[in-house]
């Protein structure tokens, strides 16, 4: 009994010094303690229902929609729970997605196809890592751009590529300039060589060393502002190859050993990266590092930085992890952005990692 208070109290200060970092209101408070108080809480699931609603905008056309999404929201206090105790160092709760079930989520949200990178993908070499900085962010040094919205459409993968593309064009011209990735969703139906079943496919998912291929064939991309996202891909192709502003010079696999990620990340910029989202419909911050997750990859984000330590509750180590920015908007995670532990293949994490270089264009 006495352990259990410790682990609640030791959330609930956690919780109180998020919200209080955050400047946030007090319905952002409320939402933030929902899985940190006693058991109770869901006893007040109306009430939190409500406030959810509020917060984020929603409302359903009949009573009985409203009814089934309630039940989905109660379904998922208790996934973020049971999050909370599987997941201890970072803070879940309710999130947008709290009305939507896992089968949902999943089909929405995510997109990254289930595939094994050929033996023949292009390698990347081996580099040092005697001399890696602690800490690192490629924020602080100019080559991300802000968090983008991919709304309810599958295509992950198509603002992973983009965003490491963005990335490596500012590597290689000194400008950050937004990428499309409505050109990717709409043009690029690139296939793996060894599954001709996993050719990207917009909305319904993709592979980012796909979208390199598809982009390293097609010339480069274009603007955002020239060829803006739109969130679905019922489109025809639009490109434009005169309006091209920054193309693939070329794309390699990167070693699961976390130093060569770390070590690819300083020297080539932001990494393509897959990982497991099983956590992630339901985080709110912290540093994510469950006992237990799959390493079956379904959603591709974009890795900018690394840190040296985290915050934990008090009866764990502060951890080493991984800075990911994610394309679920900037009221997601931690401003869009999600901190996952390094050290042992967390969510996979580490499984299916990409860097890209970039030739710049003089239409920039």
Same mark, same amino acid.
């Given at each position: 009994?006495?352990?259990?208070?410790v682990f609640?109290?030791s959330?609930?200060?956690?919780?109180?010094?998020?919200?209080?970092?955050?400047?946030v209101?007090?319905?952002?408070? *409320?939402?933030?303690?929902?899985?940190?108080?006693?058991?109770?809480l869901?006893?007040n699931?109306d &009430?939190?229902?409500?406030?959810?609603?509020?917060r984020?905008?929603?409302?359903?056309?009949?009573?009985?929609?409203?009814?089934?999404r309630?039940?989905?929201?109660?379904?998922?206090?208790?996934?973020?729970?049971r &999050?909370?105790?599987?997941?201890?160092?970072?803070?879940?709760?309710?999130?947008?997605?709290?009305?939507l079930?896992?089968?949902?989520?999943?089909?929405?949200?995510?997109?990254?196809?289930?595939v094994?990178?050929?033996?023949?993908?292009?390698?990347?070499?081996?580099?040092?890592?005697?001399? *890696?900085?602690?800490?690192?962010?490629?924020?602080? &040094?100019g080559?991300v751009?802000?968090?983008?919205?991919?709304?309810?459409?599958?295509?992950c993968w198509?603002?992973?590529?983009?965003?490491?593309?963005e990335?490596?064009?500012?590597?290689?011209?000194?400008?950050?300039v937004s990428?499309?990735?409505?050109?990717?969703?709409?043009?690029? &139906?690139?296939?793996?060589?060894?599954?001709?079943?996993?050719?990207?496919?917009?909305?319904?998912?993709?592979?980012?060393?796909s979208?390199?291929?598809?982009?390293l064939?097609?010339?480069?991309l274009?603007?955002?502002e020239?060829?803006?996202?739109t969130?679905?891909d019922?489109?025809?192709?639009k490109?434009?190859?005169?309006?091209i502003?920054?193309?693939?010079?070329?794309f390699?696999?990167?070693?699961?050993?976390?130093?060569?990620i770390?070590?690819?990340?300083?020297?080539?910029?932001?990494l393509?990266?897959?990982?497991n989202?099983?956590y992630?419909q339901?985080?709110?911050?912290?540093?994510?590092?469950?006992?237990?997750?799959?390493?079956r990859?379904?959603h591709?984000?974009?890795?900018?930085?690394?840190?040296?330590?985290?915050y934990?509750?008090i009866?764990?180590?502060?951890?080493?992890f991984?800075?990911?920015?994610?394309?679920w908007?900037?009221?997601w995670?931690?401003?869009?952005?999600?901190?996952?532990?390094k050290?042992?293949?967390?969510?996979?994490?580490?499984?299916?990692?990409?860097?890209?270089?970039?030739?710049?264009?003089s239409?920039?």
């Open positions: 009994m006495e352990l259990r208070l609640l109290l959330l609930l200060l956690f919780s109180i010094a998020t919200v209080r970092s955050a400047d209101d007090e319905s952002d408070a *409320l939402i933030r303690q929902v899985v940190s108080d006693d058991d109770d869901l006893l699931a &009430h939190h229902f409500a406030a959810f609603l509020s984020f905008g929603k409302s359903y056309a009949a009573p009985e929609e409203h009814a089934y309630l039940s989905v929201f109660k379904a998922n206090l208790r996934r973020a729970r &999050h909370q105790r599987l997941d201890p160092s970072a803070v879940h709760g309710v999130t947008q997605f709290s009305d079930t896992e089968e949902e989520f999943e089909r929405s949200y995510l997109g990254l196809r289930p094994t990178l050929p033996a023949d993908a292009h390698k990347a070499p081996i580099l040092p890592t005697n001399d *890696l900085p602690t800490d690192f962010d490629w924020r602080d &040094h080559a751009t802000p968090v983008k919205n991919q709304g309810s459409c599958g295509s198509s603002f992973s590529a983009a965003a490491a593309l990335g490596a064009n500012y590597l290689s011209t000194g400008k950050l990428l499309s990735e409505q050109q990717l969703v709409d043009c690029d &139906h690139e296939c793996d060589s060894s599954d001709p079943g996993s050719c990207d496919s917009g909305c319904n998912g993709g592979l980012m060393t979208a390199f291929e598809y982009t064939k097609a010339g480069g274009e603007r955002e020239d060829y803006p996202y969130g679905t019922r489109g025809t192709c490109f434009d190859k005169s309006k502003v920054a193309s693939v010079a070329n390699s696999v990167v070693s699961i050993d976390e130093d060569q770390s070590a690819n990340l300083v020297k080539y910029g932001p393509a990266v897959g990982i989202a099983a992630m339901t985080y709110i911050g912290g540093v994510s590092c469950p006992y237990i997750c799959s390493k990859l379904d591709g984000v974009l890795l900018v930085g690394y840190g040296a330590s985290g934990a509750p009866r764990f180590k502060e951890k080493p991984w800075i990911i920015k994610n394309s908007g900037e009221h995670g931690e401003n869009g952005y999600y901190k996952i532990c050290g042992r293949n967390v969510c996979g994490v580490d499984s299916m990692v990409s860097a890209v270089a970039a030739v710049g264009s239409s920039q």
